[in-house]
């Protein structure tokens, strides 16, 4: 969606509630240049909105999740039609707040609580709040979710790209404190973001995201799918990135379109749980690590990585090994080799 504003007029107050439409996932391109005031009303239209990507926002600058009204309907044994309807028009209310607020004025989003799929590209001014200034549920006595994306409970996916400004909001102390992400997230995505509850990860920076790892002292000891893509610029990885990101939790790592790595990160052979390795289109790299593979190990698979001609004797190769893939390795002298281990590993595809 380019120009929403001609289908969708960005009418005030109770304009926003005549019209609504069933609507679960919506792209929207910033062609058309919205504010977070323009995206908070356009969102109104859509309450069963579930999934939202964002491309190029520039204008938008603040994140923020509606939980108004969230909290009110908690209250147990409260069933009857009645009550329903008050809540509906309690909630109705609060948008028509919201959508008028000043914050949105200068660029706040606010984000409607059920979404379950997040994608924000290309908005390099965009920040997540500490706090969440459209949550009332601390002032009589409630306990808030607190800022960031938290009001998003229901959130299982999110990709970030190109958001420099994302967490300068925190510090370190308060990053600990108060991590910004709601416990159901599964998925993250991001070039220079963070990760604490999600068990996968993908980068395609990895020299901006360790920074902003380090500087915000996180810690994935929860991570077990790390996949590090298209990232020109890296020829090897430093020891402080092996130790952040090649945690001994990983079951799958996947290296893809990495030109100029010339070797494999030197922990590999000694992960404990590694169960899948991946290396795809990994041109520069030579041979596998001289120490070996991980003895978890059971899945390896070798696509368009020329240079590489052999695999470790098969009295070295891990007793787990089950999956072997070399067929599309761009190396006939791999493909020979591995041809002698049909009917020692269980699949072997040449």
């Given at each position: 969606?380019?120009?929403?504003?001609?289908?969708?007029?960005?009418?005030?107050?109770?304009?926003?509630?005549?019209?609504?439409?069933?609507?679960?996932?919506?792209?929207?391109?910033?062609?058309?240049?919205?504010?977070?005031?323009e995206l908070t009303q356009l969102l109104?239209?859509?309450?069963?909105?579930?999934?939202?990507?964002?491309?190029?926002?520039?204008?938008?600058?603040?994140?923020?999740?509606?939980?108004?009204?969230?909290?009110?309907?908690?209250?147990?044994?409260?069933?009857?039609?009645?009550?329903?309807?008050?809540?509906?028009?309690?909630?109705?209310?609060?948008?028509?707040?919201?959508?008028?607020?000043?914050?949105?004025?200068?660029?706040?989003?606010?984000?409607?609580?059920?979404?379950?799929?997040?994608?924000?590209?290309?908005?390099?001014?965009?920040?997540?709040?500490?706090?969440?200034?459209?949550?009332?549920?601390?002032?009589?006595?409630?306990?808030?979710?607190?800022?960031?994306?938290?009001?998003?409970?229901?959130?299982?996916?999110?990709?970030?790209?190109?958001?420099?400004?994302?967490?300068?909001?925190?510090?370190?102390?308060?990053?600990?404190?108060?991590?910004?992400?709601?416990?159901s997230l599964e998925h993250l995505r991001?070039?220079?973001?963070?990760?604490?509850?999600?068990?996968?990860?993908?980068?395609?920076?990895?020299?901006?995201?360790?920074?902003?790892?380090?500087?915000?002292?996180?810690?994935?000891?929860?991570?077990?799918?790390?996949?590090?893509?298209?990232?020109?610029?890296?020829?090897?990885?430093?020891?402080?990135?092996?130790?952040?990101?090649?945690?001994?939790?990983?079951?799958?790592?996947?290296?893809?379109?990495?030109?100029?790595?010339?070797?494999?990160?030197?922990?590999?052979?000694?992960?404990?749980?590694?169960?899948?390795?991946?290396?795809?289109?990994?041109?520069?790299?030579?041979?596998?690590?001289?120490?070996?593979?991980?003895?978890?190990?059971?899945?390896?698979?070798?696509?368009?990585?020329?240079?590489?001609?052999?695999?470790?004797?098969?009295?070295?190769?891990?007793?787990?090994?089950?999956?072997?893939?070399?067929?599309?390795?761009?190396?006939?002298?791999?493909?020979?080799?591995?041809?002698?281990?049909?009917?020692?590993?269980?699949?072997?595809?040449?």
């Amino acid at each position: 969606m380019s120009y929403p504003s001609n289908v969708f007029p960005l009418v005030e107050a109770d304009s926003h509630v005549k019209y609504q439409f069933p609507v679960e996932s919506l792209a929207i391109e910033g062609v058309w240049s919205p504010s977070g005031k323009e995206l908070t009303q356009l969102l109104v239209y859509f309450p069963k909105l579930s999934d939202l990507e964002l491309w190029f926002c520039a204008k938008v600058t603040g994140l923020a999740v509606n939980v108004r009204g969230q909290h009110a309907t908690e209250t147990p044994g409260t069933t009857t039609s009645a009550y329903k309807e008050d809540q509906q028009q309690d909630a109705r209310a609060n948008v028509d707040v919201i959508v008028a607020s000043e914050e949105a004025e200068h660029g706040l989003l606010i984000l409607p609580p059920q979404l379950q799929d997040l994608e924000i590209h290309g908005s390099p001014k965009l920040r997540l709040l500490g706090s969440n200034p459209h949550d009332d549920s601390n002032k009589d006595g409630r306990t808030g979710q607190g800022g960031g994306l938290r009001g998003l409970s229901s959130l299982r996916r999110l990709e970030i790209e190109n958001c420099p400004e994302l967490l300068s909001s925190y510090s370190s102390s308060s990053f600990s404190s108060s991590f910004p992400l709601p416990n159901s997230l599964e998925h993250l995505r991001d070039s220079i973001l963070f990760l604490k509850t999600a068990e996968a990860l993908e980068i395609d920076d990895v020299a901006g995201f360790t920074a902003a790892a380090i500087r915000h002292s996180l810690l994935f000891s929860s991570l077990t799918e790390l996949c590090i893509c298209v990232d020109h610029k890296v020829k090897s990885l430093t020891e402080e990135q092996e130790a952040l990101l090649f945690v001994d939790s990983l079951e799958d790592i996947t290296l893809s379109g990495r030109h100029n790595l010339q070797s494999l990160p030197e922990r590999l052979p000694r992960h404990p749980n590694l169960k899948r390795l991946h290396i795809l289109t990994c041109g520069a790299i030579q041979m596998l690590p001289k120490e070996g593979l991980p003895s978890s190990l059971q899945e390896l698979d070798i696509i368009d990585c020329p240079k590489i001609q052999s695999l470790p004797k098969v009295d070295d190769l891990p007793s787990s090994l089950r999956y072997l893939n070399v067929r599309y390795s761009g190396s006939e002298e791999l493909r020979r080799q591995c041809r002698k281990l049909i009917n020692i590993i269980p699949i072997v595809q040449v």
